[in-house]
C-alpha cells in the first residue's frame, strides 16, 4: 500500500489511540479540533462522536475506514427543508405554494449554505481525505454545504428539533430575510414577468414618464404596464433602477413580495 505513508498512518491512528500513551499528544490535539468545532458551532455535544462523523467527509472516511457523513447528510438534508418550510410558512401567511418553493429552494441551495457555513468557519474543520485536500476539495461549495447538512442532523440527534430549529433560524435569518425581500430573487423585473406572463398574455412593458434633474443626478419615473395597462410606477436615478422598483410595487401589491 504504497499510499499509505507513514504521516497518514499517524493521522489514521490517532482517532484509535486514545489509550496508548505514546498518541497522547495527538489525542489531545484532536480533542482540541473538537473543542475548536464545538466553539464555533455554538453547542456543546453530550455525544461528540456525532460531530466527528458529521464533519468526516468520504474521502477521509475511505482513507481512515470511518464511518462519513453521508448518512448524517441525508438526515440533515430534511431537517433542513421542515425549519425553512415551516418558517416560510407561517412567517409569510399571503404568499402561495410555487413562491414559497422558489425561496426555500434558493435558501437550502449549495451556494446559499456554502455562504452561510463561512459563518461558523466549518470549511476548516473538515476532515477530508488526502487526494480531496489536494485537488482545492476544501473550497468546494458541494462538500461544506454537505457537511453543513451533515453538522444539522448531529445537533438534531443531539439536542433535540427545537434547539436546532432555533440554531438554523439564528444562522439563517440574514439569508432568510435577503430572500423573503425579494433581493435573493434574480430580480423584480424578471419576477414580475414570470408572474405574468403566460404564453402570448401578461405582456410586461415600460416606459419613461419623467427624466429630471442634471446629468450626474438625474431622477427617472417610470411605469410598467401589463398588456398595456398601467399597473405602478417607480422613481430612481437610472432607468434600471426606477423599473425595478416599479415592478418591486406592483409584486407587492399583489403580495408576492413583503
Ligand atoms: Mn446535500
Redesign the pocket.
Known amino acids: 500500500m504504497p499510499q499509505w505513508a507513514p504521516s497518514m498512518l499517524f493521522i489514521c491512528i490517532a482517532p484509535k489511540s486514545e489509550a496508548v500513551s505514546l498518541f497522547g499528544a495527538v489525542h489531545i490535539r484532536k480533542e482540541l479540533k473538537m473543542n475548536n468545532a464545538e466553539k464555533n458551532i455554538g453547542y456543546t455535544f453530550k455525544n461528540v462522536k456525532l460531530l466527528e462523523t458529521a464533519l468526516t467527509h468520504s474521502s477521509y472516511a475511505n482513507e481512515c475506514r470511518k464511518e462519513s457523513n453521508e448518512r448524517l447528510?441525508?438526515l440533515?438534508?430534511s431537517v433542513l427543508s421542515i425549519i425553512i418550510s415551516d418558517y416560510l410558512f407561517k412567517h409569510l401567511k399571503n404568499i402561495n405554494e410555487g413562491w414559497l418553493s422558489k425561496y426555500r429552494a434558493t435558501l437550502v441551495c449549495?451556494q446559499s449554505?456554502n455562504e452561510v457555513a463561512k459563518k461558523i468557519n466549518l470549511s476548516s474543520l473538515i476532515r477530508l481525505g488526502k487526494g480531496e485536500e489536494l485537488t482545492g476539495g476544501r473550497k468546494r461549495a458541494?462538500i461544506v454545504?454537505?457537511a453543513?447538512?451533515a453538522v444539522i442532523a448531529a445537533i438534531y440527534i443531539d439536542a433535540g428539533m427545537e434547539f436546532v430549529r432555533k440554531w438554523v433560524i439564528d444562522l439563517m435569518r440574514d439569508a432568510i430575510d435577503i430572500v423573503v425581500s425579494g433581493h435573493g430573487y434574480a430580480d423584480y423585473k424578471t419576477m414580475l414577468q414570470e408572474v405574468f406572463q403566460t404564453g402570448t398574455t401578461g405582456k410586461v412593458t415600460y416606459r419613461i414618464v419623467s427624466e429630471t434633474g442634471q446629468d450626474h443626478n438625474k431622477t427617472f419615473e417610470v411605469e410598467v404596464l401589463v398588456d398595456d395597462m398601467p399597473k405602478a410606477r417607480g422613481v430612481g436615478h437610472s432607468k434600471k433602477e426606477a423599473e425595478q422598483n416599479a415592478a418591486h410595487a406592483v409584486l407587492k401589491a399583489i403580495g408576492k413580495v413583503l
Open positions: 447528510e441525508f440533515g438534508d449549495e449554505l458541494s454545504s454537505d453543513f447538512e
